[in-house]
T-cell receptor
Framework: GQNIDQPTEMTATEGAIVQINCTYQ??????LFWYQQHAGEAPTFLSY????GLEEKGRFSSFLSRSKGYSYLLLKELQMKDSASYLC????????FGAGTTVTVRA | DAMVIQNPRYQVTQFGKPVTLSCSQT?????MYWYQQKSSQAPKLLFH???????NEADTPDNFQSRRPNTSFCFLDIRSPGLGDAAMYLC??????????????FGPGTRLTVL
């Protein structure tokens, strides 16, 4: 089976940094995705890690440790538009999603 | 631009009245997925097609069926919608290469309301 855990909610101030952790126990693993989902909209791709280490894309970075079953998404220089749900998803033949972390950015 | 399109964006149906949701893609991806997402929950995979090969998830109710007449189109049929089927339905596409499934691209979703 698949077990993917991430915090339910996080709140941060505009301009700050927030780190969203994701731990997983899955029967198969072919990479880990992070998606952003605004309320009422479809998920949009943020990052993909298949090997251990840090992937940086502008204000967003994602880290993976396969031996620990652990990933995090780092959001830097937070903006109000970053208020959304962030979904961690493990890729096998399908994406198994965590329940998502709702990030609220306050002025 | 290459994309995944879902129609309609909003669908209202009556309890027990069959409804069909559609998805089309211009990405020429060989895999298409249907997810159900209820409020504040993670997307849940219903089934997927690899080319014309249909793969049903074990816990997908029989009330849900799917068709993929060609590479570009995929349909989700709900034979007798219940109140519990009200959700956002997401279509996604991906490419299977060398035995690996790659990034999934999502359509905008269809929000289904059951009265």
């Amino acid at each position: 089976g698949q077990n993917i855990d991430q915090p339910t909610e996080m709140t941060a101030t505009e301009g700050a940094i927030v780190q969203i952790n994701c731990t997983y126990q899955t029967s198969g693993f072919n990479g880990l995705f992070w998606y952003q989902q605004h309320a009422g909209e479809a998920p949009t791709f943020l990052s993909y890690n298949v090997l251990d280490g840090l992937e940086e894309k502008g204000r967003f970075s994602s880290f993976l440790s396969r031996s620990k079953g652990y990933s995090y998404l780092l959001l830097k220089e937070l903006q109000m538009k970053d208020s959304a749900s962030y979904l961690c998803a493990v890729n096998d033949y399908k994406l198994s999603f965590g329940a998502g972390t709702t990030v609220t950015v306050r002025a | 631009d290459a994309m995944v399109i879902q129609n309609p964006r909003y669908q209202v149906t009556q309890f027990g009245k069959p409804v069909t949701l559609s998805c089309s893609q211009t990405l020429n991806h060989n895999v298409m997925y249907w997810y159900q997402q209820k409020s504040s929950q993670a997307p849940k995979l219903l089934f997927h097609y690899y080319d014309k090969d249909f793969n049903n998830e074990a816990d997908t109710p029989d009330n849900f069926q799917s068709r993929r007449p060609n590479t570009s189109f995929c349909f989700l049929d709900i034979r007798s919608p219940g109140l519990g089927d009200a959700a956002m339905y997401l279509c996604a596409t991906s490419v299977l290469t060398s035995g690996h499934y790659n990034e999934q691209f999502f359509g905008p979703g269809t929000r289904l309301t059951v009265l």
